[in-house]
């Protein structure tokens, strides 16, 4: 079970937080088209490694938090508000 | 009456409290404190139970949670429940065991014949044999082995009887796992340093391997009620470790002593759930068995066994015990039970030892240099064959028991679990770990540090390391504890197996033997894991905690490479059999999953309502307790021809203010909020961003910047998240401010020809005709006295308007709607009628909005406004969203009157009956005309207006011709809600 | 050895009191960068607004900060609407209030075995080490929404009203080892400490 420590209400069992998706992807402006769409929509990394992701904390402060976890041993590495600009822990993606 | 095995006062016995219990119908005696197994070995019982695949005769090998053979169905007054392992087991009077896996009798087993066939049930058998054909695994082959193999009998247990659990969520600076003298130090210098600390151990008293040692117990004793003084630290004896689930979350299963469990109503366990900054395993060694020719047959056992069976229990395991070792460290059971005068025999790999010298001071005959080759007897052991090493003198020694033990594992579970990678260490034959500072430690005997006084040193530093982590850093040692000193050592020499002609197991729980293993080398399944599913060591309950190394050992010879290149397979949680019970905890029966009730539920219940379940919403389905159309069908007339009133209050409702709030609706609806005026509502469609339909409903504004969304009941919670989602990440720079007002507004629809009068009578100061407060209008209003809000919209297709006030004052407004009603015949409708009404109008609900559909399937391509972004603009442009022959919305009503409409009917052509054009989604008898009518989704359905399909229902042998209509059944200019 | 506090009190002495609060409540929030605004026209009305994680008592009112610039603000019950209407119009253009008096059920939790019987469902660390007097937080008991803070006079419950009979059935069933019995409700006053039971 994860553990999010959240920027507004401390750390909290991942049971109160509801999943949001990958967070390193930007809605395309309106007109950018349908590829771009489709993109932001269906195209997904599965990667092993550092992820950044929405969690929104509805059990909680009810805000979105961005949150930079590995998929392989979901250690989390920062976690911030959406308008914070996070990153992976230099030289450590594997 | 005193049983025979029964020799001294055992630490943990009481012998002035008998305990009388049945063992396979057999009535017995043991002691309070026993365990089952202690019980029934006082009681000389040595076989206990038949082997999983070979049916041979098995008796108890541990005294501990690591038990692979004494496993026994408990008969309680709730039922049967298997598995229960006998090591464990609390002994209290009135309890009755059974033996598992045989029949009929215990000594009489017919299915013990496969152990005559035993060379040709090799491991991976079942898959090689039983290969075609191909159906007969299911219906033939599979059901015998079921019934050949396997171990306890399951019963459900049901209702009242199911046994109470709970989960308690628990929060430490530091887990301590295991209470031996690491942990004991361990958790004594933390908690002195103030540090919160869970101690937890799975025995029901504290000590480890220091209750074995009577010098000890001083020092136990001292630090025990040193840590009962401290209220930093909690003590939990009888409290397994079940695994460690990541950011120091670990599971833990305290089973509760007899006076605690009367007085949490017969709660048998507890589940906990502990989260900790640190963690120290300091969960011990386990003691291994020898893979020999017979080391399955009853009275064969672990040497610690015997010794704990000794000193807790005051039981002598046997009179004539053989010892079979490779280590110092297992001659403390030899002195042990030669001090309380059983004559023992050892057997030792080694030449000599420091210990055996110390034995043979004591009078033990030990033959240095030699290992066992077989151990016979029926049913139980009666006579070991001793063989030189170098093979030459052989010699036969009588015994009733012989007590092995081939070194001892580091218990490395949890620590592997934590992602400790293992390392070997020839110096003790066996892996040890290492945690990562930040996740914690590992002490004494898990660390590989054998002794206690060693291991009492391990765990004060760690608990030093971790309290200067932690920013608790603590004094020097104390210096007032002398702790009694170790022996000096012979170090162990490796010895996993002894071959021979018979079968010598490795694991004895899944009866897989030594041969078994390198079997599986020879098929190519080398590693260490293939290893074990070929063979299946390892996956029975015990996981494989005595036999596991010594497999890995066989492998390892086989392949012919070093034991650390083949390495141990991965112990998964939990760390013993955990029941279903216990993990669902208390959210079972009425608090499974929350119910969420109206503000008017005690009203709907007293006129009489049938209530239905949607969502978590407990809803008025009809007010009528019997089943059947009648009355749903009053209820929607009384709408149609005069009024009724519904209580709509499980709409979701979303409170949206701002000076951006209008730009935010319009980027989250498909339909366009900024041209709303204020005072009045608009139904909008909401879609997710690859373009199909999300929600639905009606959103007002009540000022410029302050709107009333409401969304279907079942989205309700969907579509807050979906807008405070794009809010904050898409749009967090729109000023806006979203407030979940669901809970607080109670809404009613009073809907009917004759809803304006009845409204009119109860709102003060609104202007209801349609010149002032036209369809579509929303204003605030006083309602019976109520500061509240009408709206003037219709789901039922009649003249309608919501009510909303405040549902602390629903009951009021209702009473007072009612009271108006009166003259008109008002009647409550239920969500039964509700459905027909809106069926009848072509509204859509959950049943259409079911996500995959778009808003060009149900025919509201027009809604989606042409200028601006909004979620789900561009992929709702894809070709494929808005092709002709996709299921579409249409209305549907059988040709033949009489025939009844299902949910879910598949529509197919008359000449294609086994091809589904589309199905039923709603479908109610009609109030407005004869016959039922339905909703359905059908393959280019527009087009199809007029056609007759047939609706077939193969499940119930139906089939009926369908005309496909259009949904609008009903008034199709809306020239009712506009009245 | 077994732990002091999962041993329940004998059922004579109750280890927990369980009483309603009749309140009226609105949540108070901030548009952006307009929190301090909020905090003045609070303070203004005789009430600091608390940090986050924490609530502020005044005389006869309560102020819980769990969400950021988001306040539920708890006063005597006045006529329908009447308080959030007042709060709605000393908030202009700063923020929004909103009227949650019927959408939340006040509970005041009280006793010695309070946190014990909250372990059952409650995630949090409720140690007065870790949540000491005074302290707030949002989070969810036996899978419903609660929100929790220490008061002089006990812990202050609020929890979704549509949900509040699950949950009173689920404390109920839960505390019953350790004797719950069910108090005269309670007003802000005692809740702020104004005046005693």
Not at chain 2, 452 to 477: C, F, I, W
Request: hydrophobic share 45%; glycine share 10%.
């Amino acid at each position: 079970m994860l553990r999010i420590p959240c920027p507004w209400c401390g750390e909290r069992d991942e049971t109160e937080f509801r999943y949001r998706g990958d967070a390193s992807k930007v809605r395309p402006a309106a007109d950018a088209g349908l590829a771009a769409f489709t993109a932001y929509v269906y195209e997904r990394d599965n990667h092993c490694g550092w992820h950044l992701e929405w969690w929104l904390h509805v059990g909680g402060c009810r805000r979105l938090l961005k949150v930079v976890r590995h998929t392989l041993s979901h250690e989390i590495h920062a976690v911030g508000g959406p308008e914070d600009q996070l990153s992976p822990p230099p030289g450590l993606t594997r | 009456m005193r049983a025979p095995g029964r020799i001294a006062r055992g630490l943990l016995t009481d012998p002035d409290r008998p305990v009388g219990f049945r063992f396979d119908g057999r009535s017995m005696q043991g002691l309070a404190g026993d365990t089952l197994a202690a019980a029934l070995l006082a009681n000389g019982q040595r076989l206990v139970a038949r082997s999983f695949k070979y049916h041979r005769p098995r008796g108890i090998v541990t005294a501990g949670p690591e038990e692979p053979c004494a496993l026994v169905d408990v008969i309680g007054v709730s039922g049967r429940e298997p598995n229960r392992l006998a090591t464990t087991l609390l002994l209290h009077e009135g309890l009755v065991a059974e033996s598992q896996n045989r029949w009929p009798s215990l000594r009489f087993d017919v299915l013990a014949v496969n152990d005559l066939m035993g060379r040709f049930l090799p491991a991976g058998f079942y898959y090689k044999t039983f290969m075609a054909p191909g159906w007969a695994w299911e219906r033939l082959y599979e059901p015998l082995i079921r019934r050949a193999a396997g171990l306890g009998r399951l019963e459900a247990i049901v209702g009242d009887h199911a046994a109470p659990a709970e989960t308690v969520h628990d929060h430490a600076d530091v887990l301590v796992v295991g209470a031996g003298t690491a942990g004991l130090a361990a958790a004594h210098r933390l908690g002195t340093s103030g540090l919160k600390v869970m101690l937890a151990d799975q025995d029901v008293v504290l000590g480890g391997g220091s209750l074995l040692d009577a010098r000890w117990s001083a020092w136990r004793e001292s630090l025990c009620a040193g840590l009962a003084g401290l209220a930093t630290v909690r003590c939990l004896p009888r409290t397994t470790v079940l695994g460690a689930y990541g950011h120091g979350v670990f599971g833990a299963l305290e089973t509760l002593s007899p006076p605690e469990a009367a007085r949490f109503d017969g709660l048998r366990e507890r589940l906990r759930i502990i989260r900790a900054r640190r963690v120290v395993c300091a969960t011990g060694a386990l003691e291994r068995l020898i893979a020999f020719p017979g080391n399955d047959l009853p009275g064969v056992m672990l040497a610690g066994a015997a010794h704990q069976y000794l000193r807790r229990y005051g039981v002598a395991v046997g009179r004539r015990p053989v010892f079979f070792l490779n280590s110092d460290e297992a001659y403390e059971a030899v002195f042990a039970l030669s001090g309380a005068g059983i004559e023992c025999a050892v057997v030792d790999v080694r030449e000599s030892s420091l210990a055996a010298e110390r034995a043979r001071a004591l009078g033990v005959e030990v033959h240095g240099g030699a290992v066992v080759e077989g151990a016979y007897g029926r049913d139980g052991v009666r006579a070991v064959r001793v063989v030189d090493v170098t093979g030459r003198a052989r010699r036969e020694l009588a015994a009733d028991c012989l007590l092995m033990s081939g070194g001892y594992s580091p218990a490395t579970t949890l620590a592997s679990q934590l992602g400790a990678r293992l390392t070997w260490q020839e110096a003790i034959a066996a892996f040890t770990a290492d945690l990562a500072p930040a996740i914690g430690q590992m002490a004494g005997a898990a660390r590989g540090v054998f002794g206690l006084a060693a291991a009492a040193r391990d765990g004060e530093s760690a608990a030093r390391t971790l309290a200067a982590q932690l920013a608790r850093p603590v004094g020097a040692a104390d210096p007032g504890v002398d702790l009694p000193p170790d022996a000096d050592v012979t170090p162990i020499a490796a010895l996993w197996e002894v071959r021979g002609p018979a079968k010598a197991f490795v694991d004895l729980q899944n009866d897989v033997t030594a041969a078994d293993v390198r079997l599986s080398c020879r098929e190519g399944y080398e590693h260490v894991e293939h290893m074990k599913r070929f063979t299946t060591h390892g996956m029975a309950t015990d996981q494989g905690r005595i036999g596991g190394l010594v497999g890995s050992a066989v492998l390892a010879q086989a392949r012919g490479v070093p034991l650390w290149q083949v390495g141990q397979t991965r112990p998964r949680p939990f760390a013993q059999p955990v029941p279903f019970a216990a993990l669902a905890g208390g959210e079972v029966r009425e608090h499974y999953r929350p119910k969420r009730r109206l503000p008017l539920h005690d009203w709907h219940e007293a006129a009489g309502a049938t209530f239905v379940s949607t969502g978590l919403w407990l809803r008025p389905l009809v007010y009528s307790p019997r089943q059947g159309w009648e009355a749903v069908l009053n209820e929607a007339r009384a709408v149609r021809r005069s009024v009724g009133i519904t209580d709509v209050s499980t709409l979701g409702k979303i409170d949206v203010q701002g000076p951006d709030a209008a730009r935010f609706l319009d980027f989250i609806y498909a339909s366009s909020f900024a041209t709303l005026a204020v005072g009045r509502a608009r139904y909008g469609i909401m879609l997710r961003e690859d373009g199909m339909l999300l929600d639905d409903g009606t959103t007002s504004r009540l000022a410029p910047e302050h709107f009333l969304v409401t969304t279907t009941t079942a989205n309700a919670t969907a579509t807050l998240e979906h807008m405070e989602f794009h809010l904050q990440a898409v749009w967090p720079r729109l000023d806006v401010l979203l407030t979940d007002v669901g809970d607080q507004w109670a809404q009613f629809a009073v809907a009917g020809p004759r809803s304006r009068e009845v409204v009119a009578a109860v709102v003060a100061g609104l202007e209801l005709s349609n010149e002032a407060f036209p369809f579509m209008a929303a204003s605030v209003a006083t309602i019976a006295g109520v500061a509240g809000r009408v709206f003037r919209i219709s789901f039922s297709g009649e003249l309608a308007y919501e009510l909303a006030v405040p549902a602390r004052h629903a009951l009021a407004v209702w009473s007072a709607v009612l009271e108006a009603g009166k003259r008109f015949g008002i009647a409550p409708y239920g969500l039964d009628a509700l459905n027909t009404l809106r069926i009848e109008k072509g509204h859509v609900t959950a049943a259409e909005l079911n996500g995959n559909t778009s808003a060009d399937d149900l025919g509201m391509q027009r809604m989606l406004k042409k200028h601006g972004d909004f979620i789900g603009r561009a992929l709702s442009q894809r070709p494929g969203l808005t092709a002709p022959e996709r299921l579409q919305l249409v209305g549907v009503r059988p040709l033949a009157r009489a025939h009844r409409l299902r949910n879910g009917l598949q529509l197919v052509a008359p000449e294609a009956r086994t091809t589904s054009l589309g199905y039923v989604t709603s479908s109610t008898p009609s109030v407005e005309s004869d016959g039922w009518v339905g909703l359905a989704l059908v393959a280019g359905g527009r087009r199809r207006l007029g056609q007759r399909l047939i609706g077939t229902s193969p499940v119930h042998d139906e089939a009926i011709e369908i005309e496909i209509v259009s949904p609008h059944m009903l008034d199709p200019e809306n020239l009712r809600v506009r009245a | 050895m077994s732990a002091p506090d999962s041993l329940p009190m004998p059922r004579a002495t109750p280890g927990i009191r369980l009483a309603s609060c009749a309140v009226d409540i609105v949540e108070i929030a901030a548009l952006h960068g307009r929190a301090p605004e909020l905090e003045n026209i609070a303070g203004a009305r005789g009430l600091d607004l608390p940090v986050l994680g924490r609530v502020a008592v005044a005389s006869g009112q309560l102020a819980l900060g769990v969400r950021p610039a988001r306040w539920l603000l708890l006063a005597r019950p006045a006529h329908s609407g009447a308080t959030a209407a007042r709060w709605q119009a000393a908030c202009g253009r700063a923020g929004a209030a909103v009227d949650l008096s019927s959408g939340l059920a006040a509970w005041r939790l009280a006793g010695p075995q309070v946190r014990d019987a909250l372990a059952r469902a409650c995630r949090l660390d409720l140690d007065p080490q870790v949540f000491p007097a005074g302290s707030a937080a949002a989070t969810v008991m036996a899978q419903v929404g609660v929100i929790l803070a220490v008061l002089p006079s006990g812990l202050l419950l609020l929890t979704p009203t549509s949900t509040a009979r699950h949950l009173r059935a689920w404390l109920a069933s839960t505390a019953k080892p350790f004797g719950l019995v069910s108090e005269a409700d309670v007003t802000v006053g005692v809740l702020s400490g104004d005046r005693a039971t």
